[in-house]
């Protein structure tokens, strides 16, 4: 599982440049399967990633395309999917998202995620424990008819408030 540790983020992008241009020789954004969410308003920036939870909402494609992998990533088979957008739905966290008919999700690079290695201020970390899933049942009824965008918007500021609260009672103190 990738976790990470938000107080170190800057922002950079530089998990999704790298994660983008493993997966397709390309740099963009689009094409990442971490995206780094920028709460402008409240000095956050928040890498969000598939937490290979426990509920594993995705793996209820109707045309049984994904499957767990030995390290508990996430598989999506190419021949399989009809880019229906079940997944992407069903995810609560917008982990995952269709971009040019396939789904992108983390698969943790075969063991060596790219995402971790290009963090140069260490706020991304791999932890191949599976057993540490999380459960995102909390955020599953608030996310629903929100966008991929819009329910890692939701993630981020949920996820974050607590650290926001300390960083402005520090300032106070």
Same mark, same amino acid.
């Given at each position: 599982?990738?976790?990470?540790?938000?107080?170190?983020?800057?922002?950079?992008?530089?998990? !999704?440049?790298?994660?983008?241009?493993?997966?397709?020789?390309?740099? %963009?954004?689009?094409? #990442?399967?971490?995206?780094?969410?920028?709460?402008?308003?409240?000095?956050?920036? $928040?890498?969000?990633?598939?937490?290979?939870?426990?509920?594993?909402?995705?793996?209820?494609?109707?045309?049984? #395309?994904?499957?767990?992998?030995?390290? %508990?990533?996430?598989?999506?088979?190419?021949?399989?999917?009809?880019?229906?957008?079940?997944?992407?739905?069903?995810?609560?966290?917008? =982990?995952? !998202?269709?971009? !040019?008919?396939?789904?992108?999700?983390?698969?943790?690079? %075969?063991?060596?995620?790219?995402?971790?290695?290009?963090?140069?201020?260490?706020?991304?970390? $791999? !932890?191949?424990?599976?057993? #540490? =899933?999380?459960?995102?049942? #909390?955020?599953?009824?608030?996310?629903?008819?929100?966008?991929?965008?819009?329910? /890692?918007?939701?993630?981020?500021?949920?996820?974050? /408030?607590?650290?926001?609260?300390?960083?402005?009672?520090?300032?106070?103190?």
């Amino acid at each position: 599982m990738i976790t990470l540790e938000l107080a170190r983020c800057s922002g950079c992008s530089r998990c !999704e440049v790298n994660c983008s241009f493993f997966h397709s020789g390309k740099i %963009g954004r689009s094409g #990442a399967r971490i995206k780094v969410v920028k709460i402008e308003d409240i000095g956050i920036d $928040y890498p969000l990633v598939c937490q290979q939870c426990s509920e594993r909402y995705c793996t209820k494609c109707p045309e049984k #395309a994904i499957e767990i992998g030995a390290l %508990g990533q996430i598989i999506v088979s190419p021949t399989l999917c009809t880019a229906c957008g079940t997944c992407e739905t069903l995810c609560p966290i917008g =982990a995952i !998202e269709l971009y !040019e008919e396939i789904p992108l999700v983390c698969d943790l690079c %075969g063991g060596d995620p790219r995402c971790v290695k290009a963090c140069t201020l260490d706020a991304i970390h $791999y !932890e191949p424990d599976v057993s #540490a =899933a999380v459960s995102l049942k #909390a955020f599953k009824k608030a996310s629903r008819g929100l966008s991929p965008e819009g329910k /890692r918007l939701s993630h981020a500021l949920t996820l974050s /408030r607590e650290l926001r609260d300390s960083w402005v009672a520090g300032r106070r103190a």
